[in-house]
Each structure stands twice: as C-alpha cells, then as structure tokens.
C-alpha cells in the first residue's frame, strides 16, 4: 500500500483544503495522473500520483479544511514506497511562472557533462586554487 500525503504548497504552509477529488475507489492511476485539488488561500494546485495503482480508499473527503500536510488523504495498492505527491499549478497571480516552469521542463537533458578545463596556473607554474564559479568568471573576461 502506498499513502498519499497532504502535499506542501509553500515553505510555511501547515495545513489547506482537500477542494476536489478526481478519482474516486477503484481507479487505476499512474505517476503523473492528476488525483485531487487543493486549496490554500492564495492557490489552487493540482496534486499528482506518484506511483501507480488502484485507488483503495479515500481517506479524507473533497470539501475537507484544515487538512495537515503530510497527513494521509488516500492510499494506493500497487505501489512501491510510501511519498508525498508532487504539487502542479493550476492558477498563479503570475501568468507567466507556469509557462516558465512548462519550459524548464522541456529542456533537453544533458547526456554527457562538460570536459573539465585545466585548472589555471601561474607563471612559474603554481596551480591557482579557485572556485568553478570563479574559473568560469576567469575565462569570460
């Protein structure tokens, strides 16, 4: 079995509104299906799977205020290990911040890193200790 747990909207957030569920007992979910709404007061968010299953029960009902984070709000079977959903936004006061984090998301992922430059050296051919940030600052000026 896996819970599903009040996720964390905000750093400060302690406890939000369970608005809407969109599955109900007996669906089969995977990671990345949209469960359920919640509500805080400054947001609505949408609270992803994190595993796959069969929805075994719904702990707390839609409608529900005053909902801890990290408290069960339903449980899984099927699923591997027991984690907090991961929060998607549904409306923000800042159109563009969705769009944004749509377009992080996008980003191709790097397969190979970076070949390691030769640390710099002086002229009697001393390694200069520093920082990658500082060597990187080095090289553009």
Request: net charge negative; hydrophobic share 40%; glycine share 10%.
């Given at each position: 079995?896996t819970?599903i747990l009040m996720?964390?909207?905000?750093?400060?957030?302690?406890?939000?509104?369970?608005a809407?569920w969109?599955?109900?007992?007996?669906?089969t979910?995977s990671?990345?299906?949209?469960?359920?709404e919640?509500?805080?007061d400054?947001?609505?968010?949408?609270?992803?799977?994190?595993d796959?299953g069969?929805?075994e029960?719904?702990?707390?009902?839609?409608?529900?205020?005053?909902?801890?984070?990290?408290?069960?709000?339903a449980?899984l079977?099927?699923?591997?290990?027991t984690?907090?959903?991961?929060?998607k936004?549904?409306?923000k006061?800042a159109?563009?911040?969705?769009?944004?984090?749509?377009?992080k998301s996008?980003?191709?992922?790097?397969?190979?890193?970076?070949?390691?430059k030769a640390p710099?050296k002086?002229?009697?051919?001393?390694?200069i200790?520093a920082s990658?940030?500082?060597q990187?600052?080095r090289?553009?000026?």
């Open positions: 079995m819970d996720p964390a909207l905000s750093p400060t957030m302690e406890e939000g509104t369970l809407k969109l599955v109900k007992k007996g669906d979910v990671a990345g299906d949209v469960i359920a919640i509500e805080t400054k947001a609505t968010m949408e609270v992803e799977a994190v796959e069969v929805v029960e719904i702990l707390v009902e839609a409608g529900t205020e005053g909902v801890k984070v990290n408290a069960p709000i449980r079977s099927g699923g591997t290990e984690a907090g959903p991961e929060p936004p549904v409306e006061a159109p563009e911040a969705p769009a944004k984090a749509e377009a996008e980003a191709p992922a790097k397969s190979e890193p970076a070949p390691a710099p002086t002229k009697d051919g001393e390694r200790f990658p940030l500082a990187i600052g090289a553009h000026v």
